[in-house]
């Protein structure tokens, strides 16, 4: 497969693209839909939280924070992992900018 063409567009579409893939994943949107509401740190609960593996959760885990979606700290033998509030806001904003609210009411489509 040739490489993508991904200079052919903004650095916006790029980054809404990247943003998400990092969620494109039910697990992944599970772990931030309970780090929100945790609002905090959260060591060791996710794996009985989400019912997945330990080295599955991890690798989700991985992802997003290579994604810039969470920070993780190490506190003894664990990891506490906690949403990046500026990366948080980047893709509020983005998605929000997006989807703007339409109004299609009469309008044909094909």
Not at 8 to 19: G, V
Not at 59 to 83: D, F, R, T, W
Request: hydrophobic share 40%; proline share 2%.
């Amino acid at each position: 497969m040739g490489a993508t063409k991904t200079t052919l567009f903004t650095k916006e579409q790029n980054d809404m693209a990247a943003m998400a893939k990092a969620i494109a994943h039910p697990a992944r949107i599970a772990i931030l839909q309970y780090l929100v509401k945790k609002n905090a740190c959260v060591c060791g609960d996710l794996v009985e939280e989400l019912g997945l593996a330990q080295a599955t959760t991890s690798q989700h885990l991985k992802e997003l924070k290579n994604a810039g979606i969470i920070q993780g700290n190490i506190e003894g033998v664990s990891v506490c992992y906690c949403i990046d509030p500026k990366v948080w806001n980047q893709y509020h904003s983005l998605f929000s900018s997006f989807f703007k609210e339409v109004d299609l009411e009469g309008a044909k489509c094909c």
